[in-house]
């Protein structure tokens, strides 16, 4: 029966994210996009099934989880700023013109230049960090102290070789978009995962909890390593023409590497802003690292399944149709009807996963987390740290499309230009919320993590309303329409008060496993908010339902 449900949940996701209210190559995009929302939901499922487990065996309170997860920021820090983002914007459109033009030699030349210099990079940036971790705590950590401080430094030394390998994973997966091999890049985090799972597995009741983090920093790096060599092989049968050389000539790497050093520029703004309240988190008591860290990955889920994987697919299409000889739909009114179809499509799914991070956030913590050391207060303080992240989710969410419009005309500054606002509004106002505002009101500092993640939301409205400006200057009214959103929050808010109710009604009967109670509370909310949404005429909700009645008639 999983599988089918499985099936049936890309199937329909797959349906909304692609359906398109203007005449493009829906059937090209739609094929690539489900892939591309199958494998990131099998390595974001994965993902919480590897959180559970280091929950269970660390909990929610544990100095050397958090010496981890603050280890673990550093090394991402490169992976961010040399990984998929950056080459999505930079190496698949000239790469994928190539491919698409046939010339595959100049391609496989093109690809070896920037799987080389990409190597050199990151692996130059993995040995200084590696030597210079100890002077990068103060700046990472600097709450911590004694053996959580020593452990966080030990546990960046071995992380950094595990990014550089993960850079590599991306320029994979930059070959394989532009070859429409979507699939198994996006997967291949899975098997990191996995790694890491079968590493807790085997050693997590045989060592202490630091010796145990150790052993996991190392199993990460090994499944780094997988990662990478998974994709290799299909890599390599694409690129039968790849040399791995230096060559700074080309025209092509030329462009290339002008719109990554831009791109780099704007992604190491964005990153600038995570390792602030990171660093901010690191002054506020036991458990609050962890409580932003898995905040953060659930806040992530719905960015990933329901922005990501139409624009990967379109960098790819429209890099290939210029190479083709298409009419690249660049005029400014196709792009505003795209636009603003996109941005229905991703409200659509993001309005109701704001309340529930607002609203039924704890059903959805204990059920993915509450295990072993990871007990019900863990979870409502999760809760609260999740309620500040929805403050923001909408904004990120479709702020992401605004700055992929821009990249779409090569406007790399504008984007540059917000972020950098969103940057220091984050620091400034992180600093007060997180820090100084719960002991103004007299409450716990531990509701610091609230003020960090909400206001770093309100940040990301400010960096939104100036990129629906400018755009709007330049191609005219984009945006979605006031009575859209009613039709959305409406049945949202009345199935929040109906998953109240079920949550009210499983405590006094004492339902029982967390996960049972998070089925029938987010059942009865879906199905409000799906009628709800139908009984409003909001077309997204129609393809849906009729794909669920297409896909029932087939199983």
């Known amino acids: 029966m999983l599988p089918k449900h499985y099936c049936l949940l890309f199937g329909v996701m797959s349906e909304i994210l692609v359906k398109s209210e203007q005449g493009m190559n829906v059937k090209r995009v739609r094929g690539g996009a489900e892939l591309v929302a199958a494998g990131i939901f099998l390595s974001r499922i994965a993902g919480l099934v590897r959180v559970r487990f280091f929950l269970s065996y660390f909990g929610g309170k544990s100095d050397a989880y958090e010496a981890f997860n603050a280890a673990l920021k550093v090394p991402n820090i490169l992976q961010n700023l040399l990984g998929e983002g950056v080459l999505s914007a930079s190496f698949i459109p000239v790469y994928a013109r190539l491919v698409g033009e046939e010339k595959s030699i100049e391609a496989g030349r093109v690809a070896g230049v920037i799987a080389t210099l990409l190597a050199t990079v990151a ?12 002077y990068l705590i103060p700046f990472i950590a600097p709450g911590f102290i004694g053996e959580k401080r020593h452990f966080t430094i030990l546990f960046v030394q071995i992380l950094f070789p595990g990014m550089a390998l993960l850079v590599m994973s991306a320029w994979c997966l930059g070959v394989l978009n532009s070859h429409r091999r979507f699939f198994l890049s996006y997967a291949a985090p899975v098997v990191w995962n996995l790694t890491i799972i079968s590493v807790l597995l085997l050693f997590g009741g045989q060592q202490s909890k630091y010796q145990l983090a150790t052993t996991v920093a190392w199993g990460l790096v090994l499944g ?46 964005v990153q600038i802003s995570g390792f602030i309240d990171n660093m901010l988190v690191t002054y506020l008591p036991t458990g609050a690292v962890t409580a932003l860290g898995n905040a953060q990955i ?18 790819a299409e429209m890099s290939l149709d210029q ?24 409200a659509f799914f993001i309005v109701p996963s704001t309340a529930i991070f607002v609203f039924l956030g704890d059903i959805l913590g204990a059920a993915l987390f509450q295990k072993g050391e990871y007990t019900a207060s863990d979870v409502r303080y999760l809760w609260i740290t999740l309620a500040g992240s929805g ?73 939104f309303a100036l990129l629906r400006r400018a755009l709007n200057r330049k191609i005219g009214k984009t945006g979605i329409p006031r009575c859209f959103l009613a039709q959305l929050w409406i049945p949202a808010l009345i199935g929040v008060i109906g998953g109240w109710g079920v949550k009210l009604a499983a405590e006094h009967i004492r339902l029982g496993h967390p996960v049972i109670v998070a089925v ?4 009865v909310f879906g199905s409000i908010y799906l009628g709800g949404t139908l009984v409003a005429g909001v077309p997204q909700a129609q393809t849906i339902w009729l794909s669920v009645r297409r896909r029932l008639r087939l199983h």
């Open 298 to 315: 659930i806040y992530m889920i719905p960015i990933s399944l329901f922005g990501m994987s139409v624009s990967a697919v379109s960098i």
């Open 123 to 134: 692996s130059l940036l993995a040995l200084i960090g590696v030597l210079l971790a100890p």
């Open 224 to 269: 780094s390593l997988l990662q990478f060599a998974v994709q290799v092989p299909t890599v390599l049968r694409l690129l039968p023409d790849l040399r791995l050389y230096i060559e700074l000539s080309s025209k092509n790497v030329r462009a290339i590497l002008s719109s990554f050093s831009s791109v780099v520029v704007g992604r190491g703004v």
């Open 520 to 523: 029938f509370v987010f059942g």
């Open 391 to 463: 403050v923001g989710l909408l904004a990120s969410a479709l702020g992401r499309l605004y700055s992929s419009t821009f990249y779409a005309f090569q406007d790399t500054r504008t984007p540059l230009h917000f972020a950098f606002i969103r940057v220091v509004l984050t620091t400034i106002l992180g600093y007060i919320g997180g820090i100084h505002v719960p002991g103004w009101l007299g409450i716990s500092s531990s509701w610091g993590t609230v003020g960090l993640t909400a206001t770093a939301g309100f940040s990301g409205w400010v960096e």
């Open 323 to 346: 190479a083709s000889g298409d009419e690249l739909k660049s005029n400014n009114e196709e792009i505003r009807l795209r636009l603003n179809s996109g941005l229905k499509q991703v």
